[in-house]
């Protein structure tokens, strides 16, 4: 099996993507860089663009993952800049500004980007619908403990083996068959 | 006089610089466009790069103007995304975000990049403090009906003339001061 990189500041998210690919056949190791990030209101061309920077600095096949939570009410808002929006206002701030609003639909979105090569890039997606919680659950990171998958009464924090529904190993399913099939 | 650009989406901010610019004898046209702008902690990185995009866009002298409103409380949102999270949550949503919280401390940063070749650019930033409303305001556009400048009653959107005190019209009396003096 050849060489495949993670770029990625995110621990957490390494250790989970890890192990969903490690689930599917696919060994990853980590490149822990920061990578370079454009401001757009589309996940797919952040994505691309981080994966071409992601192989320029690692030089050899590298993944990269974006997600976002993408909430009705609020016009979509955290989603492309879910991460900031975190450390911001965090949880705590995306309750507040959901209170007394009925409606609390959401979707958390991934893309897997692919980049083997000078600006050849493959974008793996999945979405997963869902609900806003009304408080915060203890456990889990990032959002997780504000999101509940459709068809679920917890949230990702506490909801049972989140990877058999997860937004995220949903897309690294796609790129892992895909990745595969290749190989 | 030569020829000077400012390369913006936002005809409410080219309205203004116009003004301002105008006052202070300098003259520039609108280019119309929308520019790429990378995801940063840091103003000044994000329109350092903006300028040099528009650069390669416009192929003559031209300003951008990056501006953010950063919240205390809110560890600084919502700062460099302040566009972006002005058009989903809103001044709504700010306000809401800090129902019942006593600190109200903000400021308003506005940068002007210069650029007249490629990669050389000149950043002229002013920063206001001031304080958030409890309620939004009538009148004025962006974050203006919500930001009350220290030492004022009113916010932005119906003080008497803001051009004598804003952000934006003392970056670009900054610039002005340069950009004179070097023609």
């Given at each position: 099996?050849?060489?495949?990189?993670?770029?990625?500041?995110?621990a957490h998210k390494f250790e989970e993507v890890q192990r969903i690919l490690s689930n599917l056949g696919v060994n990853i190791t980590l490149f822990k860089t920061t990578l370079e990030e454009i401001q757009s209101d589309s996940l797919s061309k952040i994505a691309?663009?981080?994966?071409?920077?992601?192989?320029?600095?690692?030089?050899?096949?590298?993944?990269?993952?974006?997600d976002g939570l993408f909430i009705d009410s609020l016009d979509g808002f955290p989603g492309p800049y879910s991460s900031y929006i975190y450390d911001t206002i965090g949880?705590?701030?995306?309750?507040?500004?959901?209170?007394?609003?009925?409606?609390?639909?959401?979707?958390?979105?991934?893309?897997?980007?692919?980049?083997?090569?000078?600006?050849?890039?493959q974008l793996f997606e999945s979405s997963i619908p869902g609900k806003i919680?009304?408080?915060?659950?203890?456990?889990?990171w990032g959002y997780d403990p504000i999101f509940i998958?459709?068809?679920?009464?917890?949230?990702?924090?506490?909801?049972?083996?989140?990877?058999r529904l997860s937004h995220r190993a949903s897309s690294l399913k796609k790129f892992s068959d895909w990745f595969m099939h290749k190989h």
């Open positions: 099996m050849s060489d495949l990189y993670f770029a990625s500041s995110n691309e663009r981080k994966a071409i920077d992601a192989y320029t600095k690692v030089q050899k096949p590298v993944i990269v993952e974006d949880n705590k701030g995306i309750i507040r500004l959901l209170e007394n609003i009925e409606s609390r639909d959401a979707k958390f979105v991934a893309i897997i980007a692919y980049c083997s090569g000078d600006n050849d890039v919680s009304s408080s915060i659950e203890k456990g889990g998958p459709a068809g679920e009464s917890k949230t990702y924090a506490n909801v049972p083996n989140k990877d």
